[in-house]
């Protein structure tokens, strides 16, 4: 298999991660707007345990894609960049594991409050579990943006193209912390679905534009 074809691969990771992500937060539905025991109900009410165990499964898949799209930017950072910079990539490279363990939990909360709720748990205990999907989600910023960051600069280092992806990739990374800042400070802040939908797309944009015009993953020998 030629390089461009695994390039290629790499990033089609990154345009699907976000394809499958929403298509399971299509199916689990939106979560409760208000950080309320009535709010709790409502959405348990209106959502089956299998559709929404099916949504997550299918959001968790879908950040397991982005890990694949994070491997492939750690190949096409360190491809051309200094070894000097190398510290940097694996730094990123941690933080999107993090991100993603973190995100994990978030998603068990949501199952949690779901089937909690379902066998008869009292609402007000449930909308902890609703808490600590929001807090997960919230927190998990600040961890993406790490990743964004360190990401971002090595790629600007590559000059072209690469120099943008990184630049943008800089700029999510400040409005990923900003927004996760504000959304942890105030739950009922709506600024961190513009933190989300922010770093969503930027993985889809990036991700198709690697896609068309693969980037070079291994070292120059």
């Known amino acids: ?5 695994l390039s290629r691969i790499g990033a089609a990771a990154g345009a699907t991660s976000v394809v499958v992500t929403f298509i399971g937060f299509g199916v ?5 707007a208000d950080t309320t ?19 997550n499964y299918l959001e968790l898949l879908g950040y397991l894609v982005f890990l694949v799209f994070a491997v492939y930017l750690y190949a096409v950072a360190r491809a051309g960049a200094a070894d000097s910079l ?53 927190l998990s910023f600040e961890i993406a943006a790490l990743f964004m960051l360190a990401v971002g600069i090595v790629l600007w280092t590559r000059g072209g193209a690469l120099r943008v992806i ?3 990739g800089i700029l999510v990374g400040v409005i990923l ?38 980037a070079r993953i291994a070292r120059a020998s």
């Open 86 to 138: 190398h510290w940097l990539n694996v730094l990123g490279l941690a933080a999107a594991i993090t991100y993603i363990a973190v995100s994990a939990s978030a998603i068990a909360g949501q199952l949690l409050m779901v089937e909690w709720a379902k066998a008869g748990a009292d609402l007000k205990t449930v909308l902890g579990a609703y808490i600590l999907d929001t807090a997960a989600f919230t």
């Open 177 to 214: 912390f900003v927004t996760g800042f504000v959304g942890t400070a105030s739950i009922q802040s709506p600024s961190s679905q513009i933190g989300f939908m922010a770093f969503s797309l930027w993985t889809l944009i990036a991700g198709i534009y690697l896609m068309i015009r693969p």
């Open 1 to 5: 298999m030629s390089e461009s074809t």
């Open 28 to 32: 689990h539905r939106g979560l409760p």
């Open 166 to 168: 990184g630049g943008s």
């Open 37 to 55: 025991a009535g709010a709790v109900g409502t959405y348990v009410n209106g959502v089956s345990a299998s559709q929404a165990g099916i949504g």
